[in-house]
């Protein structure tokens, strides 16, 4: 092997061959930044040539070399206590001393926070990708289903008539957001602290905006300390992914709800069946999404603990913190891909929805609302239906007070729920309900159907509203989407400017 003189080898053999060997070793996770490692190596390289730090033949001479380590691939590397280390080895490996200029006016510490930025940064893409189609299934879920009425829940009690559109869009409403502090992360991330070295600078005249515009930053870490020491970029990314997977735990838990009830029908490709019992369709997908928030939330909880307290500037703990990323991002990605399938390709049954919806007398709010409309205080019109209601639970919960009694001119399924009311009105107001409104209004707060439709308030249930929301969705959705193509198109133009910028030298 050439460079026996060199100081790489020297401080190899003398402190990395005993028994905390592979302690110490961050190989295996390193895999994930091979690929950031050598375009890290190339622009500083290319940076270095043009400043006259080494000349161009020299430049010429490693940039081949790391060509040559690529082609190789990551499992060819020679052992390293990190893939930083393990690349300049192969370099020297092939081209002898000159490969040891590589690291000239460099550290490791400034390295490998660019390459994990570099690398994180295509990551929280995918995840945004994955973010994107989830609310586009959402959106799509919602068009189809507008006028599909259902029941919604508060303490898991039936509550009030909404729809399935309503439902899917409160998730596109939160996903929005999660939207927007993945973008916020990625910004932050996407800032080059190379050129900062171990942490104090460098004697060397580098440019450091230079390397940033060659790996595709949109700008520099300034300050030198920061740049190696901080870690913020990962815990606020893996804050942005966890509270995706928190989002995602309750539409997955929402959706194991309404399998369970019958309202919606999962399709085969996202269902599981028992080993022993032929019958059953479960929805392991869905379950295993919902897990998901707790592995995201404990990488969070690991990530910030590492952290705390770290002097500055570079401590090897960071090695540490940095797989919890890596974890974070793969599991929240396919999650919500997976979720995103769920939805898209479940089906919602209407009739069975629709008579969901009327039970339990929560379409008692919309009634009250119609008794307040005819200037009937709020309190007074909530203590007739709640007598009403509570008729009706004491009729074994199923409108069994006789039809005879029934107001006049209104039948159908609702009429019971409207004999209650007129008896609970005679009871707190001593008039019947046709004195105090009009039954042809009650009978329409009581239908699940009309009910909801007279919700139409901003954002509210309402087809109509759901529709006009819908619009707005559609809109934010494309520009989120825009934003997302353009960061993945400038990283994609940076690679190739950079191919070109180390061909010139070949
Ligand atoms: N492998 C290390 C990490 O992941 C980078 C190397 C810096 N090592 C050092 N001893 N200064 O953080």
Redesign the pocket.
Known sequence: MSGESDGTVVRRDRFSGGPARSFLS?MDA?HRIFAADLAVDRAHVVMLAEQGVVDDDEAATILSALDSVEDAGFDALPEG??V?EAIETAVVERVGPVGGKMHTAR???D??ATCIRARLREDVLAALDAVIALRTALADVAEAEADTVMPGYTHLQPAQPTTVAHWALSYEGTLARDTSRLLDAFGRTNQSPLGAA?FAGTTFDVDRERTADLLGFDGVVANSMDASASRDFLLETVAALSSVAVTCSGLAEDVVLFANRGFVELSDDYSSTSSIMPQKKNPDTLELVRATAGDAVGAYTSLATTLKGLPRA?N?D??RA?PHAWDTADDVTDAVEVAAGAVATAEWPAEELEAAAGEGFSTATGVADALAATGMPFRTAHEIVALAAEQSDDADGSNALPESHASDGVSGEHSADLVAVDAAAREVTGKPLSELADPEVVAAALDPVTNVAQRDSAGGPAPDAVRDALDDVRVELAADEAEVADHEEALAAAADDLAAEVAAYE
Do not use: M
Request: net charge negative.
């Open positions: 961050s390193d206590e990190d930083h550290s490791r510490n390295e490998v171990a570079y090897r960071l090695q940095t």
